[in-house]
């Protein structure tokens, strides 16, 4: 199977315990729990991801893929996968709500519907680390693979880490 069409490594600053994917950074829209995947939530035009830590940068790997990618389980904590309504792009935005100029367009081929596929690692240890410095070597890593594809129901591949089953079981 070919590969992505475009892979990007890139640190994230993160604020609050959150950031979002967004098509437009002027108008993050509202999203509340529950949080069935234990990872990210969605909403027309919007996703709120959840990491581990509470402010400071974390790892993310964008890919755009032109079908969806081989599942890969190992060395993640846990895989989930939602689908996203995309009205014109949809862009990873930083505490703060400014988009990540290197990290790639997720809605790729315009308006419609995506599969985004949310793969973490090291949630247990940001959140143990709450914060880190600027200088400071994240301790969590995120990748979101991104797809057209219809709208079908969240999917939880695996769910292993203690901040995904606090997630899970909380009410809304």
Known sequence: MPGPLREVRARLFVAEGQYVIVGDVE??????????????????DGALLLPGM?????WV??????AAPPLELAGWDD????SYAATTEAR???GGGRAHEALPDLAWDGPGTYRLRVSTR???AGAAADWLDDDEEPVEEHRIQSWPAPASPPVVHKATD?????????PG
């Open 92 to 94: 990873l935005c930083e």
């Open 79 to 82: 895989v989930v996968e939602v």
């Open 27 to 44: 108008r993050v829209p509202g999203i509340r729990q529950p949080v069935a995947t234990g990872v990210v939530v969605t909403a027309p």
């Open 61 to 66: 790997r964008a890919e755009t893929w032109a």
């Open 54 to 58: 509470n402010t400071g940068d974390i």
């Open 162 to 170: 203690e901040l995904g089953a606090y997630w899970r079981s909380t």
């Open 122 to 124: 090291g949630r247990d």
